[in-house]
């Protein structure tokens, strides 16, 4: 069936592997990206399917209300699947306007234009919010989030994206718009922007600079192989119930150090250093404020209800994402120019 989706924040780490998925999974669609090109957008993401005859890219602002309502006025939009959003949890703590704006703006003004365009006439139509399991706060040493645990979110960035989830789901309740959510646990994978744990680390590895871990290094969060996500969302789109909302996540849980000594394990195999070598650049830092002491997903809804679930292990799914790093230097240099230095020396000044 033809169909026009509109993604949003598609050139960033998990929509530009939700877009390849849905231009090549699906010809007949008409996909629309719609990405600002902030810091975290980068088209070289998608290069591989930027001139197939169902992709398209707008660039444009989610928190331009006017902008969004001509997109909407322009193409018939079945669907949207919206990622934009500001992501990083640092950023969040130095400057929370820009996620206040994003997040929680920005999602408002597709809400609207979504509303006003479909004209109470649902039929065919769906809005899929992508939202992150940091909404329901911090974990003790045991215990489980599910679709039912009380938000409680406690950086600025889970608070703009509880905020938005809550929107979401007003719309819903209020004005009938049928929507899907989905709150997902840590990905990591290949384009992911060298800010995040995973990617940071493998950069620093390769290029000999310290590893700066966070407090005692104990806290835990649950890894999931990008694909994976993505092929969650492509599931959930075409086969989630209305109204619901579907935790996704790897059942994955690893204490920061554990991971960044296997990471420093395989990057010794796979440059040829001495094992032990690249541990020796670990060195615990100054702890983030208001750091969240453990996120671990249950992911049994999806997979009991939908069928869902991950399709590598972490073990796979590391390998295949530092070789995608090694194997991709000139993407790393453009995305670490500019800005992303003197960033880098904010962050890690102390
Ligand atoms: P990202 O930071 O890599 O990409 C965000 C994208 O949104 C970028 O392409 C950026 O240019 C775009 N964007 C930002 N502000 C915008 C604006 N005002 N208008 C239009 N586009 C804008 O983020 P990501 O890691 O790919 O996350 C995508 C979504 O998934 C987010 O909503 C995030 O909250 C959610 N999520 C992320 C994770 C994770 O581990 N990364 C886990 C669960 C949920
Ligand atoms: P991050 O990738 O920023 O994801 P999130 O905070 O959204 O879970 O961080 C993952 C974990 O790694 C988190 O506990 C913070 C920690 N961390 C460090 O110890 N050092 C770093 O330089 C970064 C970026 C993160």
């Keep these: 069936m033809k169909k026009t989706l509109l993604i949003t924040g598609g050139a960033g780490f998990i929509g530009s592997h939700v877009v390849r998925l849905f231009v090549n999974k699906y010809p007949d669609y008409q996909i629309l990206n719609l990405d600002a ?68 703006m920005g999602t408002a003004n597709l809400l609207n234009a979504a509303k006003e365009s479909w004209k109470g006439n649902f039929e065919g139509k769906r809005f899929y919010h992508v939202s992150t399991d940091e909404v329901y706060g911090s974990l003790g040493e045991t215990g489980f989030f599910l679709e039912t645990t009380p938000y409680d979110p406690q950086s ?53 600079k310290p590893l700066p871990v966070y407090g005692d290094g104990k806290y835990t969060r649950d890894w999931l192989y990008v694909v994976d996500h993505a092929r969650a969302i492509d599931m959930v789109f075409h086969t989630g119930k209305n109204g619901e909302t579907y935790n996704i996540g790897g059942f994955n849980e690893w204490q ?48 009991t209800e939908l069928g869902w679930e991950p399709s590598v292990t972490f073990e796979q799914g590391l390998d295949i994402t530092i070789d995608w790093y090694l194997n991709n230097q000139e993407w790393l240099d453009h995305v670490t120019s500019g800005n992303y230095q003197s960033y880098y020396q904010k962050q890690y000044a102390h």
Excluded at 267 to 290: C, F, N, V
Aim: include cysteine.
């Design 37 to 104: 090109l902030t810091y975290a957008g980068n088209l070289e993401n998608l290069k591989d399917i930027e001139n197939a005859p169902n992709y398209t890219f707008i660039k444009a602002d989610i928190t331009d209300a006017a902008g969004i309502n001509k997109i909407f006025n322009t193409y018939n939009i079945d669907g949207v699947i919206h990622l934009a959003a500001e992501s990083h949890v640092d950023r969040s703590i130095t400057d929370p306007n820009a996620f206040i704006q994003t997040n929680v």
């Design 256 to 303: 920061n150090i554990e991971l960044v000594k296997l990471l420093c394990t395989k990057m010794d195999e796979k440059l040829g250093r001495e094992p032990g070598t690249s541990a020796q650049l670990i060195s615990y830092i100054k702890d983030r404020p208001g750091h969240d002491r453990r996120y671990a997903i249950d992911a049994t809804k999806i997979k």
């Design 156 to 208: 600025p960035y889970s608070a703009s994206k509880a905020a938005s989830d809550h929107f979401v789901r007003a719309y819903g309740n209020t004005y009938g718009l049928p929507f899907v959510l989905t709150n997902c646990s840590n990905n990591y994978g290949p384009n992911h922007f060298p800010e995040k744990l995973i990617p940071l680390f493998i950069n620093n590895i390769r290029n000999n």
